[in-house]
């Protein structure tokens, strides 16, 4: 579904930003980059900037009308920071507008439409539109980067995704942060049950200090790292045999 997410750059004057606003996709895996008519392009600039999205911007498709970029899109919502005298659909919430672009995207290809760095979209550009979109800022300086609004709408979108049960995302899990099997489990128990006896620490046969370790560490679900840290720390105390 994300794949058929367009992000759409219209005119952009500093190639940078085009390589910054690549690198604001990829994080949010989006994919499908079109730029109309780029000052610039292709640019070492652009590339730079896209860090370990370069991909992206080698493979961004140059159209030379905004109509070209998304005549096959069953949804195309304009990015603006004014509101036009149009009778577009307007959504005053990024969220609101991501659940319904990703619906759609179930559908066919879906845009989000960016304009120039300085002047944003045109009206006749908003006409090619079907909805618009702005993103609440401080009145007083509400001013945002190109890639900074494309990096906001981009995890919007995304988060309206993974929200979804279908999405089926998972978090990236380090290894660190692995859970431990039961079988790893049941040797740092049965470890930690051999010091406390073998270093006087348990007394009373009867006492539930055992069970009540155990609850704790249940609780606390560590990680296999953690565990062999507890393991070293078991070792390193376990009275040594002669």
């Known amino acids: 579904m994300l794949d058929r997410i367009r992000i759409v750059l219209v005119q952009t004057f500093h190639p940078g930003n085009i390589g910054a606003s690549a690198r604001a996709m990829k994080t949010m895996g989006l994919r499908d980059l079109v730029l109309v008519n780029p000052r610039s392009f292709p640019d070492a600039e652009a590339t730079r900037l896209a860090a370990g999205a370069s991909d992206l911007v080698e493979q961004a498709r140059v159209t030379s009308s905004l109509d070209e970029a998304v005549k096959d899109c069953v949804q195309v919502v304009g990015a603006s920071a004014r509101l036009r005298a149009m009778p577009l659909p307007h959504y005053e919430e990024p969220d609101e507008m991501a659940r319904s ?77 692995t859970p431990p099997t039961r079988e790893q489990l049941e040797h740092f128990q049965a470890h930690l049950s051999r010091v406390m006896q073998q270093s006087g620490f348990l007394t009373q046969p009867h006492a539930r200090t055992e069970q009540q370790l155990q609850a704790l560490f249940a609780r606390a679900e560590p990680s296999r790292k953690e565990l062999s840290l507890l393991r070293g720390l078991l070792s390193a105390v376990e009275p040594k045999q002669s």
Not at 104 to 111: E, I, K, Y
Not at 124 to 150: F, K, M, T, W
Not at 161 to 168: E, K, L, V, Y
């Open 101 to 177: 672009l990703v619906t759609n995207a179930a559908t066919g290809p879906v845009a989000l439409v960016f304009g120039r760095e300085r002047s944003g979209l045109t009206n006749d550009e908003i006409r090619h539109c079907s909805h618009q979109v702005s993103i609440p800022a401080d009145p007083e300086y509400g001013i945002l980067n190109l890639s900074q609004a494309v990096q906001i709408l981009a995890y919007e979108t995304h988060r309206a995704w993974r929200q979804r049960q279908d999405s089926g995302f998972v978090y990236q899990q380090r290894q660190e942060d």
